[in-house]
């Protein structure tokens, strides 16, 4: 044996440290929270630029932390895709806020692991806390019981294994499904807008992505009930089991949202499962006079929303609500010995609601958002982002030779530039060309759908920092790419 290293090699860096580089290091968030169009909303990067300006092995001694964050400035920065920039309304637009980027620092240094009661008694409570005041925030009303996840997809992912475990004759907690003859196939339905978690939560559990039956969707892309009855007569007659039906408000293409007061009727007189996936277009339910964006829901036996996508917290942070909670504890509890407390009876232990053991404490930061913005303030910058995305519709319908391609209830705008006389195979290659220039910019970021062999370009608002003059901008830019076109028409010219 060499000799015991030094004292150097023990412990964490002096305290002292921290106090520099985190001043240091708040101070660089302040600035770049002070001017968030510092950098291009895109960086001007290609695979691999990033991989190949850091050292392909770790260092031997530790380095001074003034080194490491010189190169986050240096390579990270550059290298990041800025969801925080007011530019940005790609996808869903998301934001941090400055409580919840307090509420992250704070949940690093606390560490806990919630994963029973007794591991973080506080972050198991206001886990509950900040959960039910998000539900009255939303206008739902009791008996609903959260539990917050990373992501929708893990949220859902648990709803269909819920669904599965609401049916207990199925045994197939104990049994599984592989090798038994007594089973039938079981099927989930969801519209053919629906997000591909759902198909994910399908493959993961062992369903099959051949049972996720697709239902067509009305002219305004909301699940067609009469269609989804219909599927699920058919699969009867053919011997199979209707298990879960997942409905969305605000569907990823266009923020449609589905019919859930009719399909939780149906869903509840064929002893159906119904998991309502409101990932982004739920939060907007914060908002007093979107309230209706909830209808039905209380009939549904399991709901996400997303507080990262739409409610300023950072990812990660779902809240995941049902109303049968004792099933998805059914679905998932399993206590080892070592794990075993003295009041497992009388509380919750997060840990029997879902697949993971550990788990962070992410009520933290919600709470915090909640606490420092307040139900008015909440609604106020949600009621605004909808707002801007009104006004930007209008500008779209009265520009010649722009359509808007859907309904647009909540933030998000889907429309093209279609220049009359143009063919659709044009059409499409002048959007994806304007939207590349736009997005070259620097200064925007949009993303891009079909809706049946349309190629649609998609503004979604939703940030913090975002502004009318940020989506003047973006509107500017997308006229001006346009009118560089060749293959542009006589409307495109403005
Ligand atoms: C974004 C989104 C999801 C997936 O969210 P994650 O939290 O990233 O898993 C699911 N459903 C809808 C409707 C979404 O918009």
Same mark, same amino acid.
């Given at each position: 044996m060499s000799d015991i290293a030094p004292a =150097?090699?023990?412990? %964490?860096?002096p305290i002292e440290e921290f106090r520099r580089y985190a001043a240091q290091l708040i101070d660089w968030i302040a600035e770049y929270l002070a001017h968030? =169009?510092?950098? *291009? @909303?895109?960086?001007?990067v290609r695979p691999g630029d990033v991989a190949a300006q850091l050292p392909p092995a770790p260092p031997a001694r530790g380095e001074s932390l003034a080194d490491v964050l010189a190169d986050v400035e240096r390579v990270i920065v550059p290298g990041?895709?800025? &969801?925080?920039? *007011? $530019?940005?309304?790609?996808?869903f637009s998301i934001s941090s806020s400055i409580p919840g980027i307090l509420g992250e620092l704070l949940a690093a240094a606390l560490?806990?692991? /919630?994963?029973l009661w007794k591991t973080g008694p506080a972050a198991t409570e206001l886990e509950q806390v900040a959960l039910d005041w998000l539900r009255q925030l939303m206008g739902l009303g009791p008996g609903w019981f959260g539990v917050v996840n990373d992501t929708a997809s893990i949220s859902t992912l648990l709803a269909l294994a819920a669904a599965r475990e609401?049916?207990?004759?199925?045994?197939i907690r104990a049994?599984?499904? /592989?090798?038994?003859?007594?089973?039938p196939t079981l099927r989930v339905y969801c519209s053919? !807008? /629906?997000?591909s978690s759902v198909d994910k939560a399908a493959i993961t559990l062992g369903l099959? !992505? =051949?049972? @996720?039956v697709k239902i067509g969707v009305d002219d305004a892309f909301r699940m067609r009930v009469d269609l989804l009855e219909q599927a699920m007569e058919r699969d009867r007659a053919a011997g199979m089991l209707p298990l879960c039906v997942v409905a969305t #408000?605000?569907?990823?293409?266009?923020?449609s949202i589905d019919p859930v007061g009719e399909i939780a009727e149906l869903c509840r007189s064929e002893d159906v499962w119904l998991h309502v996936d409101g990932?982004? $277009?739920? #939060?907007?339910?914060? @908002?007093p006079e979107l309230? %209706?964006?909830? %209808?039905? @829901?209380?009939?549904?036996?399991s709901l996400v929303v997303n507080p990262?996508? &739409?409610?300023?917290? *950072?990812?990660d942070c779902s809240a995941f609500y049902t109303r049968q909670p004792e099933v998805l504890k059914r679905a998932f509890s399993l206590v080892p010995e070592y794990l075993v407390t003295r009041e497992q009876d009388e509380v919750?232990?997060?840990? %029997?609601?879902?697949?993971?053991?550990g788990r962070r404490f992410r009520a933290l930061k919600l709470w915090m958002v909640i606490r420092a913005f307040g139900a008015e303030g909440l609604a106020e910058r949600i009621r605004w982002h909808v707002q801007l995305a009104q006004e930007f519709a209008g500008w779209v319908r009265d520009e010649p030779g722009w359509e808007l391609c859907a309904p647009h209830p909540l933030s998000l705008v889907c429309f093209r530039h279609a220049p009359p006389g143009t063919s659709e195979a044009e059409r499409e290659a002048l959007n994806a060309r304007v939207m590349h220039e736009v997005n070259a910019s620097g200064e925007a970021f949009l993303s891009h759908t079909k809706l049946g062999d349309r190629y649609v370009l998609r503004l979604a608002i939703g940030n913090i920092r975002t502004d009318r003059r940020h989506v003047a901008r973006a509107w500017e830019l997308l006229r001006a790419a346009t009118a560089k076109s060749p293959a542009a028409g006589p409307g495109a010219r403005s």
């Open positions: =150097e090699f023990r412990g %964490d860096l968030p =169009e510092r950098f *291009p @909303v895109v960086p001007r990041t895709t800025h &969801w925080n920039h *007011p $530019g940005f309304f790609a996808y560490d806990v692991n /919630a994963m609401a049916k207990p004759a199925l045994a049994r599984g499904m /592989a090798g038994r003859a007594d089973l053919a !807008h /629906a997000h099959g !992505h =051949e049972n @996720v #408000i605000g569907t990823t293409s266009t923020t990932a982004y $277009g739920g #939060i907007a339910a914060v @908002v309230h %209706d964006l909830m %209808d039905g @829901v209380h009939l549904a036996d990262h996508k &739409w409610l300023f917290t *950072p990812v919750v232990n997060l840990m %029997d609601y879902g697949v993971q053991l």
